[in-house]
T-cell receptor, first 112, second 117 residues
């Protein structure tokens, strides 16, 4: 399984932007970059995914490096409800790669 | 609409007993996944169904664990001779495409917290 590396924890202030980094130097050409988050006592929740181009949705933006070896999840204006563990995951079409493989993720703390 | 439903939400059982955990995926979703999450860890993959068949069961830790999805919708995770180390939150997820591409979103349930005493 292709692996990702994320910082164990990050801290930010409410209403400020947050940039969550992820390294995935062994990514293959067909792997999509997915982000999920897990709020306390809940199941993981899909945030965003992309392949090569930057992506935006109502929750966040995903910036993908040109060589695709890293990406950054951007929360434009953090709220207290964004405090969660954020997981960066590679998912591809190769047989056996359909499952989501979670690492330790980044625990994001938001200060009021 | 209804999301992924898991029952029971909590289960306490004695060591050595048999337990069944149920997952109702989103209607029409062909792919179904089971994960196990221990405290402070990320979810650990157990098994993936595409329709009725187990397409990938490489994450099942041993032969005490078994899962079925006989009609391609509801799935049951079965654990025989439970051990204290089986205590964890068991998560189920479903998605509406087989995942042969990599661009499908998975929807997770709230999980079943299993405690083996």
């Amino acid at each position: 399984d292709a692996k990702t590396t994320q910082p164990n924890s990050m801290e930010s202030n409410e209403e400020e932007p947050v940039h969550l980094p992820c390294n995935h130097s062994t990514i293959s050409g067909t792997d999509y970059i997915h982000w999920y988050r897990q709020l306390p006592s809940q199941g993981p929740e899909y945030v965003i995914h992309g392949l090569t181009s930057n992506v935006n949705n109502r929750m966040a933006s995903l910036a993908i490096a040109e060589d695709r070896k890293s990406s950054t999840l951007i929360l434009h204006r953090a709220t207290l409800r964004d405090a969660a563990v954020y997981y960066c995951i590679l998912r591809g079409p190769i047989q056996g790669a359909q499952k989501l493989v979670f690492g330790q993720g980044t625990r994001l703390t938001i200060n009021p | 609409g209804a999301g992924v439903s898991q029952t029971p939400s909590n289960k306490v059982t004695e060591k050595g007993k048999y337990v069944e955990l149920r997952c109702d995926p989103i209607s029409g979703h062909t792919a179904l996944y089971w994960y196990r999450q221990s405290l402070g860890q990320g979810p650990e993959f157990l098994i993936y169904f595409q329709g009725t068949g187990a397409a990938d069961d490489s994450g099942l830790p041993n032969d005490r664990f078994f899962a079925v999805r006989p009609e391609g919708s509801v799935s049951t995770l079965k654990i025989q001779r439970t051990e204290r180390g089986d205590s964890a939150v068991y998560l189920c997820a479903s998605s509406d495409a087989p995942g042969y591409r990599g661009n499908t979103e998975a929807f997770f349930g709230q999980g079943t917290r299993l405690t083996v005493v």
